[in-house]
Structures are given as C-alpha cells and as structure tokens.
C-alpha cells in the first residue's frame, strides 16, 4: 500500500492541510482561517480552541479532497507560527489564557528595561536573537505575572508552555508528550544557540520557569504518536517538525551553504543557510537553527519583517481600497509608478535590521493627484524594500553575495512584487510551481524522520517554473533607494 504523509501548517491566521506522496506531489489541500483578537492596540491573541478547531477542519478538508483512506497516512508534520506563546493545564490540557501571538507588542517595555539594564549583548551572545517582544521568552513571563495564580501553579509543575508545535503535539498525543523541536526552541530566548539546550542563565534572566519548558527534539525523528483524536486512527507518528521559515528552507531545498529564500506571508521572513557553525549577525538580523537532521545542526541567518502580506489585508480590511488581496496587482499596475508615494509598513513596528519597537506605518509624499493605485504600488514596494534591507545586511554578515533567491508564500505569485524586488535587490529571484514550501517541507522532514524518504527527495521535488531577472537601471534604482531610506528616517522619528 502506498505510503502518504499529512502537514499540517498552523499558521497566523489559519491552519493549512496538505497530503503529500513522497514524490512530492501535493495530493490534497484545505485551509480554515480562524479569528483574530485585539484586546488592546498593539496587543494579538489566539484563542488555542480555536486554532485545533481550525487544524481538525483543515485536516479532515484535505483528506477529503485527496480521498485518502485515513489508514494510510504513514507519518505527520508539523510546522507552525512560532514565537507564538501558550501556557496550559498539564493534568486538564487546558490553556489558562489566550495565547499571546508573535505580532503581539505588549511587552515591549520589559524589552526596554532589560535592554536599559544592559542585557542585550549577552542575549545576543547565548541566544543568536536580539531583546524584542517578537520572541516568546517575555510572553511568558507576562502570562505568568498577569494570569491570576499562574507563577505559584508554574512552581508546581502544574503548567505546560510551548509554541504552538508543542500545543498541537501535545493535542495529537492525548496529552502523553511535551514536546517542541530545537528550530521553535531557538525562537524562545531561552535557548542557548550553540548547545540547543534550555539555557539557565536565560530562563532566569526572562523569569521563566525550568518546569515549564518541553523537551527539546530534533526536527525529522519521531516525538509522539496520535491517540484519541478522533479524526486521524491512533498510532500515526509524528516525525517532522519545524518551525514555518525554517519549513520553508528545507522546503526549498536550501542543503547548502549560501543558499537563500524569502517566505512572503504575513510578514516577510529571509533566511540563508550558513552551515554548522552560528554566527553572530552584527548588522541586525538573528542567527537561528535551520534545522537539526541525523543528529546535525544546521544554522542561518534571518531577517524578518513583521508586515508584509499584512499591508495588503490592511488596505482590504482598513481601508476598503480592495475587496480581496488578488486584486492589489491589476491595481497597482493602473498606474506607471508610485510616484513620489513612499509607504514604510511599520504596523506593528519595526523588525529587522532596525528593531524599532517604536517605528510606525507611515505613508509619505501624498499630493493631490495621489490615487489609490499609487497607494497600492506603494504598498508592494514597500515590501520589497524591506526585504532588501533584510538581503543587503545577509550579504555583508555571510561575507558573501546572495546568487539567487527562492522565493514562497501567498505574495510571491504578485508578478508586479517579484519584479520590483529582483530589480531593487538587483538578485535573480527563482519562484516555484507551488507556493506552499512551508507545508512541503514539513512533510519532508516527516518522510525523513520516518526513515521513508532522504533530504535529497527535496531537491527533486522543487519544480522553479519562472525566473525574474533585474532590468532596472543604476539611476532609477538609486532614486527608489533614496526614497525609501528617507521615509524609513520619518517612520522611525518619535
């Protein structure tokens, strides 16, 4: 009988499915979106009920549409939204608060103060990160300090952490494991980078409980088996796990030293492979675990911006400019160029390499012959020029040129963003024939860690069906450039 393997991709604001032979070929698909809360600006919560009902749906949708006999799912990936922060009952499973998402800013000022302490350079040194409320390690401190009771039940080993890999492990497995993988591990501040082990001196500089931390696993073995689900038989392992940037990576077939892709989803994530030894960034992007395969650590350079595909849900949902995301193109392109419109996309700050807390969205250059179409070329250049911020301080830390760049995720299928990014980075860009990388890649590390499939497999699943190649010249380029790093100089002044 033949062999298949389920991914399941719980991202930010949905959950993806994805059935996959071990050829690679994607046999069925489902995503469930679920709700988004906002208790406070600045703030971000999931429900946890709400993303396993979304991950149970998007599973029994994919299943459905592959009409696979659940019986012959040989293994299971898992690859997920990760500085995501949850904290659980260990004897009822139940979460004592909403989970505090990675977008989520409010603990910001505990940043501030351990950075005013001066912490920073020994986070960086230990952890490979920079002091920002992106990570989970002050998300669960705040849980711990502002849920009633919480620290003094933590004390007794009555509580559970974990991002949301844990979370949806620990559900698949009946409660039996507690479990995270190094590449989620390493997103949590408490870490420490070159060993990949929960690190002392951090917990206790983030006040974060020893008992409160899974088990750190490698990202292809198996961790757990499903039991009592009810939509998937008992005693399928799950074998794969990984964070979704690092997914992407090994999605991409990124095996070797140097090589490069960008995910564009909610926000926009870089990450090029640097091999087996992490070295420190100096131009603010993080250093973080690739992958840990065979019982081999591999490492890389990541720069992240906090919004991209996001701006685009903003002009929909904010601005009404948009009835669906597909249409930002056909709009964008009603105009020749953006003008002298310049949008830096700071809605939730700032992320590398500035680590702007402060920073905020800011539209420039509006006259009266601004149009909506302006705004929305706007809006892809200004992704675009962040990740190029991103590329251009991973060129200078790798000491090397980045040759090409694959790409991913739900914008990369924007024609008009592909092309203005290839010629403002001036770095040919490969897109594949599926987006999905992230899931793809967690089926991969299952088929893996099952011992069903090689990392090689990857690479011959990895089908590039357009190349975009720079045409923009010097003097244009420069100009954009220009534009850019002024509004960038606006957004962050306070």
Known sequence: MTAHLLAIDQ??????????????????????EFPQHFPQPGWVEHDSREIWQSVRASVDGALGSAKLDRSRIAAIGITNQRETTLLWDRASGKAIANAIVWQCRRTAGICDELKKAGHAPKVHEKT???????FS???????????????????????????????????????????????????????????AEWDPEMCALFRVPPSVLPRIAGSAEEVGRTKGVGFLPDGIPITGIAGDQQAALFGQACFDEGDAKCTYGTGAFALMNIGDRPTLS???????????????TTYALEGSSFIAGAAVQWLRDGLGLIKSASEIEALARSVDSSETIAFVPALAGLGAPYWDQGARGLISGITRGTKAGHLARATLEGIAFQVNDLLRAMTIDARRPIRRLRVDGGAAAND??????????????????????TGRGAAML???????????????????????????????????????EDAVKRARTR
Not at 13 to 26: I, N, R, Y
């Open 416 to 437: 008009l963003l592909m092309q203005f990014q290839t010629d403002i980075a001036e770095v040919p860009i490969d897109r594949p024939a599926e987006l999905e990388s």
């Open 282 to 296: 100096t131009n603010g992007l993080i250093t973080t675990v690739a992958w840990r395969v065979a019982g081999k």
């Open 446 to 484: 299952a088929g893996v860690g099952a011992g069903l499939c090689t990392p090689d497999a990857a690479r011959k699943m990895l089908h590039i069906t357009k190349t975009f190649e720079p045409r923009m010249s010097g003097p244009e380029r420069s100009k954009h450039l220009g534009k850019w």
């Open 137 to 195: 390690g002050t998300k669960i401190a705040w849980l711990l300090d502002n849920v009633p009771g919480a620290r003094e039940r933590a004390s007794r080993g009555e509580l559970a952490f974990g991002t949301i890999d844990t979370f949806l492990v620990h559900q698949l497995t009946g409660g039996a494991v507690h479990v995270t993988d190094v590449t989620n591990a390493s997103r949590t501040l408490c870490m420490n980078l070159a060993r």
């Open 11 to 32: 991202g930010t604001t949905g959950s993806t499915a994805l059935v996959v032979s071990l050829e690679g070929k994607t046999l069925g698909r489902s995503t469930v």
């Open 128 to 134: 490979g990160l920079v002091l920002d409320a992106y």
